[in-house]
């Protein structure tokens, strides 16, 4: 019977808030009115500042009372974050992992005070009962749908593209290769003709695009750039403007991420699309909570966020805008 | 032959022929390798790219020399670039003019060098712990000045330095030279180079004979910090922004890499400006070579690696003893001071540690 009791303590503590909110007439988002703590890795990247921000709005959209804490890069810090939510008995945990080994334990412990665990960005080496969902992008379909946009878009023309690798070995830079040549393996008029690393990084992915230009003959032969992030693919183009030749038109421009600059670049007309790795992992870690909350529903064990293509036809200035104000 | 040569140009011609296999070796891969051609008024061509990206190791090359011969080593200069970068990007965003920009982040490069010195030469800390702790926590505090991002700026004149041209050559490549002359002048023109020489041999022995030792020291760490500032203001102009995290990672590593190829000892004591020049120019040249040869990018290093393993060996005293036995006859006097013939159990240690070196 006690455990019974436990097992609903979660479900009834939600459906008395919900009543609550209802007798005095809420709006109904605001229904699943929960605490929610969130363990971040810390400020890493202009992408992980954007999925702070935009956590924080989700959070507040929906009237969830988020207690946030940055872990600055250390897994201890994560922890302690962990166990002091734990401590506070809030209704579920955000945890974005800073390395994937040594959670089981903090896990064990969470699941032992009933508290839903959801991962978001990364994934962990631990058990999948120890957690509710992961909710990540998938690395490979993004350079699938970057193959597939090149190949509608020269549309049966040959083409032959150049690639900017991430850093040699990351699966970042493995699984956004092995996507691209799965997007274009049906087009036989598409062919990599030189791939080398540009490290993630916007000097190396000029420096390499330079060497690329004078290998095939002055860049008139190359027809598009595939480049693992927008970062290379922002030094690319310089490139290939200090060429002499048209970035966007010359040769084509796609990449992955979406950050800001990229759109800059598109709105000038030097880049054509790129994929977005979102930052909003929070917000489907809330739709499955409140799924959860409401009927307890349990969500997939991964959940796969979209990874949307942007192109000049999606207003990029626009973007741009919306994009800085996340804090990129 | 050798004896007709001038003794400076003898003393870096191994470098100087190095370069010249490492550049055939460039055409066999890419035979369009030495093609230059105009374009946009600046020249366009694989060489040119060579004299242009080679220029951030060759500043930090020309810095690092002469913290070396002092028997010193500075690992702090990629931060350093980072730091002053992140400077001159955030005082262009801030609307400053590039002049402005320009002196700021020079001097926050000779703060950065003259923190080196101080405690090399004033708190007597080793060299390389000393300036380990400026190489950690450097990239912070360019973080802290970048807040985290990739600061762009769109300042014509800053960019310019980056990726201007002036008489069709890069820019970069006319700073390095400059830079590198001036440098060559002011210590071998006068007697700084020898003074900085002998703290290197012997900084007790040179104090007690009148040299203000500390002050040579402090202010060849102010140098290194100055030619890393100049480094960092350049790979930021280049992409038009400040990269906190990435500009000049590793670039330490490969400076040291281009002064041991030029030909000084990391034993201090002794050292030769354009040899590290035209070591900067051989790692450029390998970076180019492969980046041309198409190969995949798993090989990058383990091919990189190897040709400088090469080059230490036949730099290494033991080869060099044998190809001189085979070159020259026993005759041979030495008609310039150089203590040449004196350094062969120096250069031996030293090429030890180059080995470790190659990344």
């Known amino acids: 019977m006690i455990s019974i009791l436990e097992e609903n303590m979660f479900l009834k503590l939600t459906l008395a808030g919900a009543a609550l909110l209802a007798s005095v007439a809420l709006p109904a988002t605001a229904v699943n009115a929960q605490t929610i703590g969130f363990s971040q890795i810390g400020s890493e990247s202009g992408w992980r500042a954007a999925e702070t921000t935009l956590t924080r709005q989700q959070a507040k959209d929906r009237g969830i009372d988020l207690k946030f804490a940055d872990a600055q890069q250390k897994q201890e810090n994560q922890i302690k974050a962990l166990r002091s939510f734990i401590a506070q008995g809030v209704d579920a945990i955000l945890l974005a992992p800073v390395v994937a080994t040594g959670w089981d334990q903090v896990l064990e412990e969470a699941k032992e005070a009933e508290i839903p665990v959801i991962l978001l960005d990364r994934t962990v080496d631990a058990p999948d009962s120890l957690y509710m969902t992961a909710v990540t992008s998938d690395l490979v379909h993004e350079g699938r749908v970057a193959g597939e946009w090149l190949a509608a878009e020269v549309a049966g023309k040959d083409c032959k593209i150049v690639e900017l690798q991430g850093t ?161 | 032959m050798m004896n007709r040569l001038h003794p400076a140009l003898r003393r870096i011609l191994p470098q100087l022929i190095t370069l010249v296999v490492v550049l055939g070796c460039n055409v066999l891969v890419f035979p369009d390798f030495f093609k230059i ?67 700021l982040a020079l001097c926050a490069g000779i703060v950065c060098g003259l923190w080196n010195g101080f405690l090399v030469a004033v708190l007597n800390i080793q060299p390389i712990v000393a300036t380990l702790i400026l190489m950690v926590a450097g990239r912070g505090v360019a973080q802290l000045i970048t807040e985290g991002v990739i600061l762009t700026f769109t300042n014509e004149g800053l960019i310019f330095l980056g990726s201007g041209s002036l008489m069709a050559l890069p820019m970069p490549f006319l700073i390095w030279l400059g830079f590198g002359v001036m440098t060559a002048i002011v210590v071998r023109k006068t007697a700084l180079g020898l003074l900085i020489e002998a703290v290197g041999i012997n900084l007790r022995a040179s104090t007690l004979s009148g040299v203000r030792g500390n002050v040579l020291i402090v202010a060849v760490y102010a140098i290194s910090g100055l030619c890393a500032a100049t ?24 400076a040291i890499l281009a002064v041991v190829i030029g030909g000084t000892s990391l034993l201090g004591g002794r050292f030769t400006l354009a040899g590290s020049l035209i070591g900067a120019m051989i790692i450029q040249s390998i970076n180019t070579g492969i980046l041309l040869s198409g190969f995949p990018p798993e090989f990058n290093l383990i091919i990189k690696a190897f040709i400088i393993l090469v080059i230490l060996i036949i730099q290494s005293p033991i080869v060099q003893s044998v190809l001189f036995a085979m070159r020259m006859p026993p005759d041979l006097s030495n008609d310039d001071a150089e203590p040449v013939e004196g350094g062969s159990a120096r250069d031996r240690d030293a090429s030890a540690q180059k080995e470790g070196m190659a990344p």
């Open chain 2, 231 to 254: 480094a960092g203001i350049i790979v930021a102009a280049d992409i038009k922004g400040a990269d906190a995290n990435n500009a000049g990672l590793w670039l330490e590593l490969d």
């Open chain 2, 37 to 103: 051609e105009m374009s946009n008024g600046r020249l366009y061509g694989s060489i040119i790219d060579i004299l242009n990206r080679g220029a951030p190791v060759a500043l930090l090359a020309i810095g690092m020399t002469l913290v070396i011969a002092t028997k010193g080593i500075d690992l702090s200069v990629g931060a350093v670039m980072a730091i002053c970068g992140a400077v001159a990007a955030a005082a262009v965003a801030g609307g400053s003019d590039v002049a402005t920009a320009v002196v």
């Open chain 1, 168 to 328: 040699t070995g990351s699966s970042p830079a493995i699984d956004r290769k092995n996507g691209f040549e799965q997007g274009i393996a049906d087009h036989s008029n598409l062919s990599i003709i030189r791939s080398q690393t540009g490290d993630f990084t916007r000097t190396k992915g000029k420096e390499v695009m330079e060497s690329f230009l004078k290998a095939e003959n002055g860049g008139k032969d190359i027809c598009a750039l595939y480049a693992h992030n927008d970062d290379m693919a922002v030094g690319a183009i310089q490139a290939i403007k200090e060429a002499g030749l048209k970035p966007g038109s010359d040769i084509l421009v796609v990449s992955i991420d979406a950050v800001p600059d990229i759109f800059l670049a598109m709105a000038a007309g030097e880049a054509n699309a790129t994929v977005e790795l979102t930052p909003n992992m929070a917000g489907p870690a809330f739709d499955v909570l409140e799924a959860f909350a409401k009927d307890g529903t349990l969500p997939p064990k991964w959940i796969q966020t979209e990874s949307r293509l942007y192109t000049a036809a999606d207003d990029p200035m626009a973007v741009y805008e919306l994009k800085k104000s996340l804090g990129y």
